[in-house]
């Protein structure tokens, strides 16, 4: 249930988030109103130009940097290379290692035990009559 001019609801994600949902979106629908026009302050523009008005300075210029004592090095060892294909740009990171006991997956429905070229949800249906 939507309070709509008291910009509540049932479920507590307006009050929470501050942000109407879509069944309060659907409320505004309804009546014609503009959605935009029950943004709360808190999303507003200027509010974040006050927020981070103070946080937020100017580098000096680059003849004032300190010199860094450390190097980044690169571990060459992640970089993904195929056979017979160009080296990858981007490294390999734990995002990307499978797990060896998880099965292989679908690319279309994510189910295990097959893969999409015999998915059944790629393979054209005929109607039988």
């Not at 309804?30 to 509010?47: A, F, G, K």
Request: proline share 5%; hydrophobic share 30%; with cysteine.
């Amino acid at each position: 249930m939507v309070h709509y001019f008291r910009h509540t609801c049932t479920c507590g994600k307006w009050q929470m988030e501050k942000i109407s949902w879509s069944h309060a979106q659907a409320v505004f629908r309804h009546r014609w109103d503009n959605p935009i026009s029950i943004v709360n302050y808190v999303y507003y523009i200027d509010t974040y130009r006050k927020q981070y008005h103070y946080a937020s300075t100017q580098l000096p210029h680059v003849e004032y940097w300190l010199e860094a004592d450390w190097v980044i090095e690169a571990d060459y060892s992640k970089v993904a290379m195929g056979r017979d294909r160009r080296r990858a740009n981007r490294f390999r990171n734990e995002m990307d290692v499978r797990n060896p006991n998880e099965p292989h997956r679908c690319g279309l429905c994510y189910q295990p035990g097959h893969n999409r070229r015999n998915c059944f949800n790629s393979q054209p249906r005929f109607n039988v009559m």
